[in-house]
């Protein structure tokens, strides 16, 4: 491969609409799957089952192997959980861009900061913001952030995957950047829970602006600003991801609400939830930074078992009123 081309990493539903996006920009791209049989299976057919109806361009060339991916930009869409195994395993010859949104259990580090410690010598940046792979894919009309303290390498991402219909905007905050796109995905099970449990519109209104405080008090506690939480990574992600049918985060919250377990919501699913990590593992980053997250605490608590639904609601409740 050539620096001027794109290697998308991770072969699942957004991996694979950034590789269609990617080549949309006119980028010959490569997509990487872990699994061979995975890649065979793409190769052979032009379609990932993580994405049904997609069919990936000639432009695309799916790949088990890292050996020879030569590309002057990479883009990690694995999840937060496995980054750090995928990304060891990265050559420091490219910029890299993660395209996933969480914080490490255990370590309890933001995405960069897992690469920062693995390649720390390589520009890196997130791409985030209110996306859905399915309509990415699709092509049709989308934003997104790619937060960086590299000016050149916003610049770079923004030319080598954004077009006019997928517009990239530039940020050099990329603290708040992973804040909103973290966060949002804990506030979503909440959200999905009290639709779920039948508490109502205003309920959920309620509780996604009280969400959006919590997002925004760890965002500044943290070193972010508070003007990101307020664009496309922080209220943009958590409107579309609080409310789309097609997030998996709220569509869990929902089932929780219903009263299915967690174990069976989780079993019957193939893509990843990442708010079922990151609940615990946010709350945890916030509270060794003196910061209290009450509504991604009841939601630590819920998918922890330690809480039913109707404890964590009167939970919340009962807190004591105050000025907002």
Not at 24 to 41: F, I, K, N, Q
Not at 79 to 86: F, G, I, M, T
Request: proline share 4%.
């Amino acid at each position: 491969m050539s620096s001027g081309e794109v290697a998308v990493i991770g072969a699942g539903a957004w991996g694979t609409a950034l590789a269609i996006q990617a080549a949309r920009a006119g980028r010959a791209t490569v997509l990487w799957a872990r699994d061979p049989g995975r890649a065979s299976a793409i190769t052979a057919t032009r379609e990932n089952p993580r994405l049904p109806g997609a069919r990936l361009p000639a432009e695309v060339k799916v790949t088990a192997s890292l050996e020879g991916v030569d590309a002057g930009l990479l883009l990690l869409a694995v999840p937060v959980q496995h980054l750090r195994e995928v990304a060891a395993l990265l050559p420091d010859t490219a910029a890299m861009v993660v395209c996933a949104k969480g914080v490490e259990h255990g370590s309890l580090r933001l995405p960069l900061e897992i690469l920062g410690a693995l390649h720390p010598r390589v520009s890196a940046a997130v791409l985030t913001g209110p996306n859905f792979a399915g309509e990415i894919a699709a092509g049709l009309p989308a934003a997104a952030v790619v937060a960086s303290a590299d000016a050149g390498l916003r610049a770079l991402v923004a030319e080598r995957v954004g077009t006019t219909g997928f517009r990239l905007y530039g940020n050099d905050d990329p603290t708040g950047a992973q804040i909103g796109g973290a966060a949002k995905n804990v506030v979503a099970i909440a959200a999905g829970a009290v639709i779920g449990a039948g508490l109502g519109e205003n309920a959920r209104a309620a509780l996604v602006t009280r969400g959006l405080a919590e997002l925004r008090r760890l965002a500044v506690g943290l070193g972010g600003r508070a003007e990101t939480v307020s664009g496309l990574s922080g209220v943009g992600d958590l409107l579309l991801t609080c409310t789309g049918g097609a997030s998996r985060n709220y569509s869990l919250g929902l089932a929780l609400g219903r009263g299915e377990a967690l174990a069976d919501i989780l079993g019957a699913r193939s893509g990843v939830t990442e708010g079922v990590a990151t609940a615990p593992a946010l709350v945890a980053r916030a509270a060794a930074a003196g910061l209290e997250l009450p509504i991604c605490a009841a939601v630590a608590d819920l998918v922890g078992g330690r809480m039913t639904l109707r404890q964590a609601i009167a939970a919340l409740l009962s807190r004591p009123r105050r000025d907002e």
